[in-house]
């Protein structure tokens, strides 16, 4: 007799696999045609006249959407293991921290060979004022629309969404649309942010968490059949007293001292070790391909599990080890020559699983609530206020104190509007559920509603922000074609072509029957666009002989062509041939 095993391990894992065959298998005409990617902004095509101008934001959530508890309800965390009350909110706060980590130690190598160093000022401004007006902007937004709530409550829900999402960050900054027609800099500015200030948002939660801790004269009813007035569970998350300079010292010594730079040095002692010892091993040539590019992997869940155990920053530090381990350039170059497929693998199979899960977990049922007095029309308006006024205005203000990043107030639009909201959110309001009292644990009024009200408010607008941003690339490119507006065309790159069915990157011209010229290109090791690597590196050309030097200098050839130029790295002779026949044939 055939027995049927259905349980959720099993139609989990259908489920995704069944999902990753059959995007792959399109996956070159969903994004391309159909403005359809496995994360928000991989939708960024080239337009074709006859294609309908529509986005769907990422596919995986709706997947998780549909198949979750609200619908068919195949994907149901709560009856995962055990069966546990609240187990969800620990799955996602795990799940999470691991996505999230890898994302941004991968963000960390990618950027250019001491970036934090260069670009210091432009982080600090974006990481202390930018984000305080962000996060004081959405308090105003979420006071304004949501009802019951303190000040003090409304900060620790904007804190929740006051960083921009790491993972859907990245997909802004290496997207095919910014590939075509965002600079360089301004990507790279994006990058960098994103993973700096999804760490960077504690101070402002725990800042919030620790007034209202320690706030003076306040009486808690004590909870029937507990002794105080929160469940031992607790510990001291809950009224504890002292006034603001108890909470400002804590704020000091735990958040910033303790959580914030003692991960941020950690991961980048973590980095430099990682760093040092690789290229030891590469010059003894002791480790082979496939260790080497599973490196910021391995890092990336040794600083979140590490930096776990003894309480720090996790995420600082991953995006800290990130940075430092391509401190000197050496290891994304490395990682380029050898044609690094693995790192962007793991990234998408990451979006797949982490979005199909964020849409499963969505709590629909309290969008529309008489407990809390939330209703979708005020949801909607705060998603709107948000987007207005949540980034944009703090950017338009400080840009001109960065001209090496944004250069006009046109990308300083840009880089406002497109700050994301999305899984980082997540994470941050299941760790702020463990620094509070659980629902059924205080007969604190205050904290109460901020409990009732966080969890719609910041999944909501994770949602608003994933479909508004979604559809708003689709339409910014139609926009641009209409417009005439032409893609970037500096620092072209000769990329190896794998195989003849290897669809043309974004914003790359065949160049021969092996090559890609590509433009715009987001990595490069280091700063000056001279020392980008080129594939022909590898098999240097080699140079004439001195006979053959003096044979053509005696037979009268010009000095162009009697000494060969050396060669530019990032422009190899053939791609510059190219090019020029190219300008050539356009009347250029």
């Not at 309480?311 to 381990?325: C, P």
């Not at 001109?400 to 909201?421: D, N």
């Not at 053509?552 to 060669?567: I, M, Q, V």
Request: contains cysteine.
């Amino acid at each position: 007799m055939v027995d049927l095993n259905l349980s959720d391990l099993n139609t989990i894992i259908a489920l995704f696999g069944l999902y990753v065959v059959l995007y792959g298998i399109l996956s070159v005409k969903i994004k391309n045609v159909w403005y359809l990617g496995e994360a928000l902004f991989n939708i960024f095509p080239q337009p074709h006249p006859s294609t309908l101008t529509l986005s769907s934001p990422v596919p995986a959530i709706m997947i998780g959407i549909f198949f979750g508890p609200i619908a068919a309800r195949y994907i149901v965390p709560d009856r995962w293991g055990g069966a546990v009350p609240y187990q969800t909110s620990e799955i996602t706060l795990g799940f999470t921290r691991v996505m999230i980590g890898i994302q941004l130690i991968i963000a960390g190598y990618q950027l250019p060979a001491k970036y934090q160093q260069a670009r210091w000022k432009d982080m600090l401004l974006v990481l202390i004022p930018v984000m305080t007006m962000m996060w004081l902007c959405t308090t105003a937004c979420v006071l304004a629309t949501i009802p019951k709530l303190s000040l003090l409550s409304a900060m620790v829900i904007a804190a929740c969404v006051t960083c921009t999402d790491p993972v859907l960050s990245q997909a802004v900054a290496k997207g095919p649309f910014s590939d075509k027609y965002v600079a360089r800099p301004v990507r790279e500015m994006i990058s960098s942010e994103a993973g700096l200030n999804d760490g960077f948002g504690f101070p402002f939660l725990m800042l919030a968490t620790y007034l209202m801790r320690h706030a003076s004269d306040v009486q808690v009813e004590p909870v029937e059949g507990h002794g105080g007035g929160i469940h031992p569970r607790a510990g001291d998350v809950g009224r504890l007293g002292g006034g603001v300079g108890v909470a400002i010292k804590n704020w000091v010594l735990y958040t910033m001292l303790y959580y914030v730079i003692l991960g941020a040095i950690y991961g980048a002692v973590v980095g430099t070790l990682a760093r040092y010892a690789l290229k030891y091993s590469l010059r003894r040539k002791w480790i082979d391909s496939e260790s080497y590019l599973l490196v910021p992997m391995a890092l990336g869940l040794f600083c979140i599990g590490s930096a776990g155990l003894f309480g720090s920053n996790d995420l600082i530090a991953a995006f800290a080890a990130g940075s430092a381990l391509n401190w000197d350039g050496e290891y994304l170059a490395e990682t380029l020559k050898r044609h690094d497929e693995v790192n962007s693998s793991i990234d998408v199979l990451l979006n797949f699983g982490g979005f199909i899960y964020l849409g499963s977990i969505f709590p629909w049922n309290d969008f529309q609530s008489e407990a809390t007095g939330i209703t979708y029309g005020r949801l909607v308006g705060l998603g709107f206020l948000v987007l207005i006024f949540r980034r944009i205005p703090a950017i338009m203000l400080t840009y001109k104190l960065m001209p090496h990043s944004i250069r006009t107030w046109k990308e300083a639009l840009f880089v406002g509007y497109f700050g994301p909201i999305g899984v980082g959110a997540a994470f941050y309001i299941e760790h702020t559920r463990h620094v509070f009292p659980r629902l059924d644990e205080t007969n604190d009024t205050e904290v109460n509603d901020l409990l009732r009200a966080m969890g719609p408010v910041v999944y909501w607008l994770a949602f608003f922000s994933i479909v508004v941003h979604g559809l708003s690339i689709p339409l910014l490119e139609r926009t641009y074609n209409w417009m005439g507006v032409q893609p970037i065309q500096d620092d072209a790159v000769e990329m190896r072509r794998k195989s003849i069915h290897v669809a043309a990157p974004p914003n790359a011209v065949e160049g021969d029957k092996e090559t890609f010229i590509a433009y715009n290109r987001f990595s490069r090791p280091v700063f000056n666009n001279s020392q980008l690597p080129d594939w022909r590196d590898e098999y240097p050309e080699p140079r004439p002989s001195g006979d053959l030097e003096r044979r053509k200098s005696e037979s009268g050839l010009s000095p162009a062509l009697a000494t060969p130029a050396p060669r530019h790295r990032s422009r190899s002779r053939s791609t510059i041939r190219f090019v020029e026949r190219r300008g050539a044939s356009v009347g250029v």
